[in-house]
């Protein structure tokens, strides 16, 4: 074993096999940028490797023993949004799909996901409905408000109502006007493409409080993750699922909205710190045009590095596999990482 020159996980515990090792540990899917949710390579049965890939905004896919597990479904984006590499109609592949809430930026595409998948559909009440509207089949419509312990596939998934973080009055538009200002004006037809998306999902307020969901995913060789979509206040049930679960392996937490560092950091910091993560990775960070920009993770990372140094932490690219031990000694270390 030999250390990665990246900075970002020096001294964190990230281990890379070489030689022989590498070919006869290290599965084909860690050197592959096609997500398994479009049916790319997989690590197989007899591999311990986690490969997780970021798929833009809040969603990230967990491949293990041959399963895919999926969290939110928002792919085909608005317009000027980066887009992700595949389409919605290459998905074809999940044992679960785990949605945060039901904002259309974690669930627009919901609906023919589900239906080419087969796969259950896991969120809040308010995110049933909205699923079920945008055509999700009923019987794979599984409701959670927190508490519950479920199974799918090799995984038992721990959920737990979280809270949506909320801005200040003013923020929306003051990112809207800096768009105004340093960008070409929207077409008719960028409007409307912006309206269609923006309506594939619901802005009731009972999201913030009722309809925000956060999973924790444990695998049979006791690996870890926490995935948080939104980083609103840490509820009594957040809490609970930190006391449950102890120190992850992975912790997947929003890092969205405000571009002041000092403040995005007082949200994502705390989940941080009760969490006790291994490996850290940042979410729901990238840009959504016309209004939130595109985030830089430094300041948090510098955060970590300096008040929890045995804490390793990648900014995920777009489909890149980020490839973690998901048993024995070093089970929570990141073993290969295709930038």
Known sequence: MKSLSFS??????????????LAADIPEACNS??????GGPMPPPESDIVVIRWL????FEFAHKGKVYLFDAYFERTPRAHQVGFTVADVSKAEAIFV???????ISDIGPIARQTGAPVVGAPITAETAKKLGVPEK???????GETMKFGDATAEIALAQHSTIQPGLTDIYASLYQNDS??????????????????????????EGTLAYGLVFPSGFKAVLIGSAGPITPGVRALA??????????VAYQVHAVADTQIAYTWPFIDLFKPKLFLPAHHDANPPTWVDLGVEPLFDRIRTNMPNTAFV????RSPICVAGGGADQGKVVSFKP
């Open 140 to 146: 794979q419509i599984v409701v959670a408000r927190g």
């Open 100 to 106: 945060s809430h039901a904002h259309f930026d974690h």
């Open 243 to 252: 006391e449950k679960l102890g120190p992850v392996d992975v912790a997947i």
């Open 184 to 209: 070409p004006p929207y077409s008719e037809e960028e409007k409307k493409e912006l309206a269609r998306v923006r309506a594939l999902g619901t802005f009731d307020p009972k999201v913030i409080t």
């Open 8 to 21: 970002a996980l020096a001294g964190a515990g990230l281990l890379i096999m070489s030689g022989a090792t």
């Open 33 to 38: 940028y096609k997500p398994a949710v479009t």
């Open 315 to 318: 900014a995920p690219l777009y």
């Open 56 to 59: 833009g905004n809040a969603n």
